[in-house]
């Protein structure tokens, strides 16, 4: 079975400062992706990034980057220039070869004026 | 937009009762899930189907059932209502393959009273 994990649950920054968020998974899939998804106030849930496990560079959505870490099963997310449309709460998560995807239970992000 | 649809946005009813959830996937999308997010809660996997077919069951209860039609828009039936079942009801779709990315609907609040 695999796992995803968000150990802090609740960050709380500044705008325009920096946060990175932790995920660490285990799986026993050789090929899987990982991604981002963050839910605003609003609920809705949103894509903020992706990464494929068989590449080595980490992937870039404008002020969002993740730090890839395969033998460490470790995928962060840092999010720069922080804005006030950033609060939200953000969910790491694993699809295996099945398309079965297994979220981590969230990180709050507060951003503060 | 996301592409999915889920009706109806918000569902009020009484314990006992039964209610039927309907999601539309985005076009050309094969996969549907359905997830559960109670409040302050992430989000458990309740079941998915893979064009028509079941593919993988989650923490769905015995009270609940879903189904994917022929023109692969999916509905959650939940019976036997308890207060506990109130949560927002996520339909995502996927076309399918692993490095698909999920697509989530706005969801269906439901409130059991």
């Known amino acids: 079975a695999q796992t995803v994990t968000q150990s802090q649950p609740e960050m709380s920054v500044q705008e325009a400062e920096t946060v990175t968020l932790s995920c660490t998974y285990d799986?026993?899939?050789?090929?899987?992706?990982l991604f981002w998804y963050k839910q605003p106030p609003s609920r809705q849930m949103i894509l903020v990034i992706r990464?494929?496990?068989?590449?080595?560079q980490n992937a870039t959505e404008n002020r969002f980057s993740v730090n890839f870490q395969k033998a460490a099963k470790s995928f962060s997310l840092k999010i720069s220039d922080s804005q006030l449309g950033d609060t939200a709460m953000y969910f790491c998560?694993?699809?295996?070869?099945?398309?079965?995807?297994?979220f981590g239970a969230g990180t709050q992000v507060v951003v503060t004026p | 937009d996301s592409g999915v649809t889920q009706t109806p946005k918000h569902l009020i009813t009484a314990t006992g009762q039964r209610v039927t959830l309907r999601c539309s996937p985005r076009s050309g999308d094969l996969s549907v899930y359905w997830y559960q997010q109670s409040l302050d809660q992430g989000l458990q996997f309740l079941i998915q189907?893979?064009?028509?077919?079941?593919?993988a069951k989650g923490n769905i209860l015995e009270r609940f059932s879903a189904q994917q039609f022929p023109d692969l828009h999916s509905e959650l039936n939940l019976s036997s209502l308890e207060l506990g079942d109130s949560a927002l009801y996520f339909c995502?779709?996927?076309?399918?393959?692993?490095?698909?990315?999920?697509?989530f609907g706005s969801g269906t609040q439901l409130s059991v009273l």
């Open positions: 990464q494929e496990a068989y590449k080595q």
């Open positions: 998560a694993l699809v295996d070869s099945w398309g079965k995807f297994q």
């Open positions: 995502a779709s996927s076309a399918g393959e692993e490095e698909e990315k999920l697509f």
């Open positions: 799986t026993s899939e050789s090929n899987y992706y």
């Open positions: 189907y893979y064009n028509g077919e079941e593919r």
